[in-house]
Nanobody, 114 residues
Framework: VQLQASGGGLVQAGGSLRLSCAAS????????RRWYRQIPGKEREWVAT???????DYADSVKGRFTISRDSAKKTLYLQMNSLEPEDTAVYYC?????????WGQGTQVTVSS
């Protein structure tokens, strides 16, 4: 199974982007679907989680601006990012945590200009 992240790009501050993360196959035993981000030279930072129940959690830095969602039929995870700030510039990674292992996507670059 592979995760393919897409949707990154260059956007002005205040703009929006929607990231997608598509799974190439079926994944069993899912515990959580998550988005992380990483700035070069810094540790990977957790951004958001959607649980199997559909409930969500967000890092304080993105709460109220980002929305995580999923389309189970399409096996796709999304991250809607609104009111983007230059501080949101990073490589964004999707992650699916299962009872067996973690699956990571390859990352997609988001750059927010001021």
């Amino acid at each position: 199974v592979q995760l393919q992240a897409s949707g990154g790009g260059l956007v002005q501050a205040g703009g929006s982007l929607r990231l997608s993360c598509a799974a190439s196959g079926s994944i069993n035993g899912i515990k959580a679907r998550r988005w992380y981000r990483q700035i070069p030279g810094k540790e990977r930072e957790w951004v958001a989680t959607i649980w199997p129940s559909g409930s969500t959690d967000y890092a304080d830095s993105v709460k109220g601006r980002f929305t995580i969602s999923r389309d189970s039929a399409k096996k796709t995870l999304y991250l809607q990012m609104n009111s983007l700030e230059p501080e949101d510039t990073a490589v964004y990674y999707c992650d699916i945590l299962t009872v067996y292992k973690n699956y990571w996507g390859q990352g997609t670059q988001v750059t927010v200009s001021s």
